[in-house]
């Protein structure tokens, strides 16, 4: 039997609702739906969901044997259920109940359609890298993380900027004082680090980004290096400031003067499951309701007109001018010149 897991926001009723019309479509067309205990028991304290039959993850059923998982909610909640996901290799569908969704492949009016999509199979799977995120202190790693979005490094303290070494595979670039540095995933780079005046990246786009928050310095531009690259950012000892890491706003270590936070491309992706091939440009347009108006697009091969004859090349003559020499005025004689003093 193919088994979905439905995951919600627990904290929103139209989370709920969408959970409980999402489980019952998909037990009418023969699929099991299955869901936390916790969400589980949130639906059922709804009038709509008392009578809601799904498994319980990791009591009917565990995650190897989920084909998909349908998250309800916004970017946030794909990235809540990406921590539970990624190691067993789920893919996820996110459906936007928030308010850019970037993640997100649908949306909760297409509700109907996306179960329909998942009944027969109509998706397919792509993979998003994530990142892979060490703290050091002295010779000793004291956290290990990871991130799809981003790892982002704030100062602790609002009145006071953090001194940082900004570092490239080994070698720094530049230090200043700033308010923090986002290093991130191209999944990312729509997210804080866009924010923060990081460029919008592609996808498809392998490449590490990073970007400085509001750096006292004239040379804190955002960077993009490979994916192969190691980024590192140490907080200097000049100060008692302390920062804080941020990873996809979900997990947080405290960054004591002198740490150091490196980021690498992970070996383990994401999986995102996508309904349609919209490319990014669109995704763009449409989640940012960019303005387009005035756009004609490219030129149709069937619309295009072959000219019968080349147009000749006009070329005006060359025309030489010869400097032209103003030769002085003579002065005049003795007698005209007191003659003309005399008029004057």
Known sequence: ????????????????????????????????????RLEMQAVRNTPEGEKLQVEVLDEDSDLSSI??????????SVLRAAELVRNAGVPLL?????????????ERTALQETV???VERCYTVEKRMAIDVQIWLGNRRIAHTWALNEAAIEKANRERMIEVVM????????????????????????????????????????????????????????????PSSRLAIEILTRTD???????????????PPGARVEVTRSDTPVKLARLNQTPFSERLVNKFELPIQGWRGPVKASEQITATTSLPI???????????????????????????????
């Open 167 to 226: 570092e490239v595979d080994g070698r720094p670039l530049s230090t200043f004082g700033c308010d923090g540095v986002v290093m991130a995933t191209p999944t990312g780079s729509t997210a804080y680090a866009f924010s923060a005046g990081g460029p919008v990246v592609w996808p498809e786009v392998e490449a590490l980004i990073m970007v400085p928050i509001s750096a006292h310095a004239l040379f804190a531009k955002p960077l993009v290096v490979a």
């Open 1 to 36: 039997m193919r088994r979905i897991l439905v995951l919600t926001h627990t904290g929103r009723e139209d989370a709920l609702s969408a959970a409980v019309d999402t489980c019952s479509r998909l037990r009418e067309a023969g699929l099991i739906p299955v869901m936390r």
């Open 314 to 344: 006009i070329t005006p003559p060359l025309q030489v001018v010869e400097p032209r020499h103003h030769e002085p005025k003579p002065e005049p004689s003795s007698s005209a010149g007191k003659e003309h003093r005399r008029l004057l």
């Open 241 to 255: 400031a302390e920062a804080v890491l941020w990873c996809d706003g979900r997990r947080t270590i405290e960054l």
């Open 116 to 118: 329909q999509a998942i």
């Open 67 to 76: 084909e998909l998982g349908v998250v309800l909610g916004g970017d946030g």
């Open 94 to 106: 996110g459906v936007n109940l928030g308010h850019v969704g970037f993640l997100a492949e649908s």
